[in-house]
């Protein structure tokens, strides 16, 4: 019973974190950006902020990290374009092309598809398979003329996960780092003396919330197809949603916790915004919204899966509607 309640009074205190910290996030491109809200804590590396592991008390014991990668080896198709599927099991699948026109890959599971541009020159690419279990089409197409496209080679196949989390653990084009990027160096240091995952969470947002202002010059101007890079949004120290929620996601995956990336329109306005969604055994999975209009929020939305947190923070979700994960 007591480990139970270190456990509680260990969550409570990162949902308290993750809250207050969240509230001082950006918004979603085209919107203004919102008012400043303080933050309770100072420098996040400061480890005092945060309640020490106890004798008795567990530490966080981070999984070794997924690392996604194209295997030339493995891979089918023609000479000019090739798909690897060896990795399925693993939540993903890798593609490289090469051709002098625009490039798209198709992936398709039942009724989602997602159709993503990928560069001409045989740069690998990866991207999830975020539909879990099923039969997936992947398609290579090229460009012929205006919006018409040729398929190069496309491949079926039926795919059992390794586990429902695993798309969501693992590098990819749209949530990019490796072992020695920024931002994984960052998280790990972050993530020092914490007794559990959730302590991570409430840490890495507490820091990105404080280090990351909202870019409203980039969310006016950003061009179509744009794809962050979490190391360069560390080094601007600014930028729209779509930064800010891979970044999160990269720095959680890096620690083993499973986070989404999710893409959809929040009411009562429609904005296309981009959120995430992070899994802990402590609370399930976690919807996080950045706030997005500095007339209309003035709290975070966060809907928990979990009993415990205080209602203050737990929005039904009902303004959220979600369209893509990545």
Known sequence: MKHKTRRLASLSLALALLASALAACGGAPGGPSPKPVPVTSADPSD????????EGDGVY??????LAEFHENLSEGTDDARIDISAVRQGYVAVAATSAARLKFQVRCEAATYNYDIPGDGTPSVFPLQSGNGSYTFRIMENVSGTSYAEMYATTIDVTLENEFVPFLVNNNYVNYTPDS????????LSLGASDSVMVVARVYDFICKNITYDKQKAATVAAGY???????LADGRGICFDYAALAAAMLRAMGIPTKMVFGNVEPNGL????????????????VGFPVREDEWNRIDLTFSANGADREFIGDGSNYTDLYYY
Not at 61 to 66: C, H, K, L, Q, S
Not at 182 to 189: F, K, L, P, S
């Open 227 to 233: 794809v962050p890079d979490p190391d360069q949004t």
């Open 47 to 54: 480890t005092s902020l945060y309640t020490q592991p106890k």
């Open 272 to 287: 296309y915004h981009a959120w995430n969604m992070f899994y802990t055994e402590e609370t399930g999975w976690v919807t």
């Open 61 to 66: 014991e981070v999984p070794a990290m997924r």
């Open 182 to 189: 920024r931002c994984i160096r960052t998280v790990q240091e």
